[in-house]
């Protein structure tokens, strides 16, 4: 039993580090813009769901999946790092885009969907984190990641939905402020990623 909650502390700590709720706040305020609360909140719960199920298709089948379709983990961090990067550079810029202005409930699936679902809450470290967790453990292990993880999901789920009152607290002044700051930061981010997957690619 104390293996199992030391395992879950550890898992719950790891998780908790990349996805950070509160760090991620920001980052979905600057994507969403001025849109309405219903709109808001439909993205956030379709990011979520499509996070988790994500994550939780990553933890039963992802080994298959990568080998399935070729896909790399350099490739996947490359790519996930220049969407970021994308996304980071708009939002640095105060750019208008499809991404940023959605005119459409499908365009706000969209947006939902990517960069928000992934790679920002189901990114490669999220992915590689859960998979890492469960590449020598038993049944019991799998069901407590994906527990844990939707645990997290719950917990940015709330945290999204109460970015109206911080927009309320702070002032569109201040959110544009911390808008380009999660901007440079993401593009910062990005570049990083790519930079990492560039030395698996190449074992550097």
């Given at each position: 039993m104390?293996?199992?909650?030391?395992?879950?502390i550890?898992?719950?700590?790891?998780?908790?580090?990349?996805?950070?709720?509160?760090?991620?706040?920001p980052?979905?305020?600057?994507?969403?813009g001025?849109?309405?609360?219903?709109?808001?909140?439909?993205?956030?719960?379709?990011?979520?769901?499509?996070?988790?199920?994500?994550?939780?298709?990553?933890?039963?089948?992802?080994?298959?999946?990568?080998?399935?379709?070729?896909?790399?983990?350099p490739?996947?961090?490359?790519?996930?790092?220049?969407?970021?990067?994308?996304?980071?550079?708009?939002?640095?810029?105060?750019?208008?885009?499809?991404?940023?202005?959605?005119n459409?409930?499908?365009?706000?699936h969209?947006?939902?969907?990517?960069?928000?679902?992934?790679?920002?809450?189901?990114g490669?470290?999220?992915?590689?984190?859960?998979m890492?967790?469960?590449?020598?453990?038993?049944?019991?292990?799998?069901?407590?990641?994906?527990?844990?993880?939707?645990?997290?999901?719950?917990?940015?789920?709330?945290?999204?939905?109460?970015?109206?009152?911080?927009?309320k607290?702070?002032?569109?002044?201040?959110?544009?402020?911390?808008?380009?700051?999660?901007?440079?930061?993401?593009?910062?981010?990005?570049?990083?990623?790519?930079?990492?997957?560039?030395?698996?690619?190449?074992?550097?």
């Open positions: 104390s293996e199992l909650i030391t395992f879950s550890t898992v719950f700590t790891g998780f908790f580090a990349i996805m950070n709720p509160i760090a991620n706040i980052v979905f305020l600057g994507l969403v001025d849109q309405d609360k219903a709109s808001k909140k439909s993205i956030a719960k379709t990011a979520s769901i499509t996070a988790f199920i994500i994550v939780v298709s990553s933890v039963i089948l992802g080994k298959y999946i990568f080998q399935l379709f070729g896909i790399t983990i490739a996947f961090k490359i790519t996930g790092g220049i969407l970021i990067f994308y996304v980071g550079f708009e939002m640095l810029m105060s750019k208008k885009s499809s991404i940023h202005s959605p459409s409930k499908e365009d706000d969209s947006l939902a969907i990517s960069p928000l679902a992934i790679p920002i809450l189901a490669p470290g999220t992915i590689i984190t859960a890492n967790n469960v590449t020598d453990g038993s049944f019991v292990h799998i069901v407590i990641v994906i527990a844990i993880f939707a645990l997290m999901i719950l917990l940015t789920y709330l945290a999204f939905n109460l970015s109206d009152i911080i927009v607290k702070l002032g569109k002044n201040i959110i544009t402020v911390i808008g380009k700051i999660m901007g440079l930061i993401l593009a910062i981010m990005g570049t990083g990623m790519v930079v990492e997957g560039i030395k698996l690619a190449f074992d550097l």
